[in-house]
């Protein structure tokens, strides 16, 4: 089954979103400077449980990572999951952390992408780190032991933790994106 160019669910207007959802989803946009936010539009009309997952991903991407950290984290499990919506949004995000156009490419031609030495290195031994935890957590659903103990090197517990739950809500929500085939923002 093929689904919609514009979703398997119609982007909710006010009613469907009620006004506090409506509101966020028009501010939302705005700020993001695209017509319409249809994640929001489209998840918002589970009202409550809308809120909650805001507040949860809220939390994750102004959590004990470092910006630069989340943003390579997530552009890196939107990439295995081949989620354009997360890519569309997040490469922008990541500029803002200091991930720049290059930087971003490594992240997804990484482990392929070539490194060189010294002030040509791209990717710091901890950014290698996360991004082999985040290939394993996504393909895995775990991470090994040696995997936990190099990322532990450069995480603290509560880092750790976050790193998990990080990587599953963006993994869970490429899926989402996926199945509810939900449009982006700005289609090139």
């Known amino acids: 089954m093929t689904a919609p160019a514009n979703g398997r669910i119609p982007s909710g207007r006010f009613r469907e979103l009620g006004p506090v959802n409506w509101a966020f989803a028009k501010l939302a946009a705005r700020r993001m400077r695209v017509p319409e936010m249809h994640l929001f539009t489209t998840l918002g009309q589970r009202r409550l449980l809308f809120w909650t997952w805001s507040i949860y991903g809220g939390r994750l991407l102004r959590g004990r990572l470092p910006?630069?950290?989340t943003e390579?984290?997530?552009?890196?499990?939107?990439?295995l999951?081949?989620?354009?919506y997360e890519l569309q949004h997040h490469r922008r995000m990541a500029r803002r952390a200091g991930l720049d156009a290059d930087t971003q490419a490594v992240i997804f031609a990484w482990p392929d992408a070539p490194q060189g030495?010294?002030?040509?290195?791209?990717?710091s031994a901890r950014q290698q780190a996360l991004l082999a935890a985040t290939d394993e957590f996504v393909k895995d659903r775990t991470l090994s032991d040696h995997t936990w103990q190099q990322l532990a090197g450069h995480?603290?517990?509560r880092q750790l933790i976050e790193f998990c739950l990080l990587a599953s809500q963006y993994d869970g929500l490429a899926a989402t994106m996926s199945a509810l085939a939900?449009?982006?923002?700005?289609?090139?």
Do not use: K, Q, S, Y
């Open 182 to 188: 939900i449009p982006l923002d700005n289609p090139r």
């Open 72 to 79: 390579l984290v997530i552009l890196r499990v939107a990439h």
């Open 81 to 84: 999951r081949e989620c354009e």
């Open 117 to 123: 030495d010294g002030p040509r290195r791209i990717l």
């Open 155 to 157: 995480l603290d517990r």
């Open 67 to 69: 910006a630069a950290d």
